[in-house]
């Protein structure tokens, strides 16, 4: 009989890292995540306000590197304190607009509506009910994060 990767003991401890049984908790991880979303807003506004204008990379190439940054940052928080985020509300809001902006990256000349479109999915999934921004669709359960 084959065992399952379950089955392994170091799948077991791995899979403890990134699914803990409850979200960890970080106390310093609410007002770094204000710094870094306010950072990340602000570098965002002036990549997508300078599109129409013909900007190139050159140009924008200090707010592109602080919206990556800033971005790599706040995700690298949600996932350490729970990888599951990856199949919750929050989480797919995030893949889908990681999905548009790749697609502005790959289509230059329809930058501007693929941007525009990842900015719309980012404001939804920020600013959606916390039962849908936390509901697990592995579990079917909103997952409760403690503050």
Do not use: C, N
Request: hydrophobic letters at 50%; zero cysteines.
């Amino acid at each position: 009989m084959d065992p399952t990767h379950a089955d392994r003991p170091g799948w077991r401890h791995f899979e403890a890292l990134l699914f803990p049984e409850s979200p960890r908790f970080f106390p310093w991880a609410r007002p770094v995540q204000l710094l870094l979303r306010s950072v990340h807003i602000a570098a965002m506004a002036l990549v997508v306000g300078a599109i129409p204008f013909g900007a190139d990379y050159q140009a924008l190439r200090g707010p592109i590197l602080a919206t990556l940054l800033s971005g790599i940052l706040l995700f690298a928080i949600d996932l350490a304190r729970d990888a599951a985020i990856l199949i919750q509300g929050s989480g797919l809001a995030v893949l889908l607009k990681l999905g548009l902006l790749g697609l502005g990256s790959v289509q230059p000349s329809h930058r501007l509506p693929w941007y525009l479109a990842a900015t719309l999915v980012a404001s939804v999934g920020s600013h959606m009910p916390g039962a849908w921004r936390h509901f697990s669709f592995l579990t079917g359960k909103v997952v409760t994060y403690p503050d």
